[in-house]
Nanobody, 124 residues
């Protein structure tokens, strides 16, 4: 099995910064894309940022220039550095990973895993 464990959420004033981390552990051959999603109360979950194994990153328009996604492949960990936080960034942030695992029939297969979520609250 594979687990994603997030950390780094909390309460911050508008204009402040936070850094989220998400570490994957378990039976992992490799990890392709790692992403951060967020879900605010009453809203759908939305993609915030994604990064490939090679380091290519994409961002939602609402966070471009303020958030930076990065990863450490050796540690199977992805980070989200958030600056200039706004009250509208308040949400539960979820880590997601596309993980390659070896099946019982000795073939490689892609699996999708989610973290448990970490609350980010930005006060005005």
């Amino acid at each position: 099995q594979v687990q994603l464990v997030e950390s780094g959420g909390g309460l911050v004033q508008a204009g402040g910064s936070l850094r989220l981390s998400c570490a994957a552990s378990g039976s992992i051959v490799s990890i392709n894309v790692m992403d951060w999603y967020r879900q605010a109360p009453g809203k759908q979950r939305e993609l915030v940022a994604a990064i490939t194994r090679g380091g290519d990153a994409n961002y939602a328009d609402s966070v471009k220039g303020r958030f930076t996604i990065s990863r450490d492949n050796a540690k199977n960990t992805v980070y989200l550095q958030m600056h200039s936080l706004k009250p509208e960034d308040t949400a539960v942030y979820y880590c997601h990973a596309s993980v390659v695992r070896l099946t019982t029939t000795a073939t490689l297969r892609n699996y999708s895993y989610w973290g448990q979520g970490t609350q980010v609250t930005v006060s005005s």
